[in-house]
């Protein structure tokens, strides 16, 4: 019998009174659009049924949704292959969907964010298409970035430089040319030194923005400008691609700045202003400038995210990012899962650290079929919601993606067949790619894929999914889906100013913190039961019994006694 627990808070307002804050304290739910939900029976998620789970989406308790890319794409890289900017793809829908779509968002007072990818376009973008077709040093061709080959015969890249999906950075294209691409090939990288690309992103940012969205997800914003001097092309060999200080030739150069600069003065034309979150991986330090106030705003921390399950880490990482905030202005952004990682059940469950020594923890136990080692499933999820609580408890933007709710782990035996990322089809036996993270959601306990659509789903579900379905859930209040429901709730609730204090529990491996307003959150890292602060318990993620904090778990408290009523809530 699980307990409940008076929240006994005072009332306070969901939100600042500021409407352009809105973002500053948002929980946002990230939805990869080709894996939510169906409502054609093709096997593909799309607009129509997104708009048709809006309800569960309000129900759960998210600020914002932010999409991922939802245009015209070959699918060469999920979607981030963009061959129109101001469009959607016809598999996913139409303009008169979107518009249907972010009309029932802020009916049920549900932002906006779109993802947005500035550092290149796909290679069937109308603009790559004349740049094929035109001249060497034609205006068409100075949109990209061309270079010539080198070599005797100029049949050289003209440098070293490496794909981040593997192989070369530059593809010929028969004339003695070749175009940059840091992504797959089908990615060509844009040349933000045109002053025609500029100017079209920034009608981009008016078209969406004018159709009523509220912000935007800048993919690969650390990128966009690029020292192309030629005397640097043919030496990468000697710059070490680690150093992040400005001084590398693609990545986080000072000069993207100017172009954000200019993308601000357009979101703040808008009233409340536009926001932009920026997925900049840079060095923390290195952060602030994407998310001050006259540039994107807001920029993703990925530190807990690739944290392993330890209390030190943890404490570093907020205690760090706070402080970033604080010096640009910026709230801090928390996350834990995405579209491009291994999700967190998995990564807990797992040794801290892959054999191979990996950045992500998952990726060699992914080229294993997850055989190896043993995933840890209940222990993973454990700490996992663990984790969620603990960020959900923290100042700032708290993202969430799609699934997470759900308590889903990575799908690590998907057929070679089956597979759709290019990461896989590029580096085989190094890295399988991250379809494993994009399986579509499980709805329901039958049907051919679950309850994602009428037919079956465009990467394969396991078996495992019905019990794990939104359906089998809602009437279990132990669920994972409860806890984020219970949790979301009382934080919109709770939500107060963007500070926290830290408490010595005397426990290296206990994370404590108070929050303005009398409320707190103890988490035990440990392998064992802890006593717990005395205190009203709102929420825990694993049932407390006889005061003490189960391991691996995390409560929040309320002392004192209550000042208003409050609703009640279950313990997870």
Known sequence: MLNTAQTAMEDRPDGPADESNWWRQAAVYQIYPRSFADSNGDGIGDLAGITSRIPYLASLGVDAVWLSPFYPSALADGGYDVD???????????????????????????????????????NQHQWFKEALAAPKGSPERDRYIFRDGIGPDGAQPPSDWESMFGGSAWE??????????????????????????????????????????????VDVAHGLAKDLTADLLPAWATVDSTVMDGSHPFWDRDEVHSIYAEWRKVLNEYDPPRTAVAEAWVEPSRRVRYASQDNLGQAFNFDLLSADFDAGQFR????????????????????????????????????????????????????????????????????????????????????????????LHEIADIPDEMRQDPTFFRNRNVDVGRDGCRIPLPWSADGPSFGFGRGAAHLPQPAGFARLSVDAQKGDRSSTLWMYKDALRLRSRLRTSETLRWVDSGNSDVLHFLRDGGWESVTNFQDHPIALPDGEILISSSVVTDGKLPANCTAWLLRGEPKTPGEHVREG
Do not use: C
């Open 172 to 217: 010929p294209v028969g004339d003695g040319q070749f175009y940059l691409h840091l992504f797959a090939r089908e990615q060509p990288d844009f040349n933000w030194e045109n002053q025609e690309v500029r100017a079209d992103f920034l009608a981009t940012l008016r078209f969406w923005s004018d159709r009523g969205v509220d912000g935007f997800r």
């Open 316 to 407: 570093a990482v907020i205690t760090e990012n706070l402080a970033l905030s604080g010096e640009s202005g910026s709230s801090s952004t928390w996350v834990l899962s995405n579209h491009d990682v291994v999700r967190h059940p998995t990564r807990y469950g797992l040794p801290p650290k892959d054999a191979g020594g990996t950045v992500w923890p998952g990726r060699a136990w992914l080229l294993t079929g997850g055989l190896r080692p043993v995933l840890k499933r209940d222990l993973g999820l454990r700490r996992a919601r663990a984790a969620t609580l603990l960020m959900l408890a923290l100042p700032g933007s708290a993202y969430l993606y799609q699934g997470e709710e759900l308590g």
């Open 84 to 122: 129109n900017y101001r469009d959607v793809d016809p598999k996913l829908g139409t303009l008169a969907d979107f518009d249907v779509m972010i009309g029932a968002l802020h009916d049920s007072g549900i932002k906006l964010v779109v993802d947005i990818v500035p550092n290149h376009s796909s």
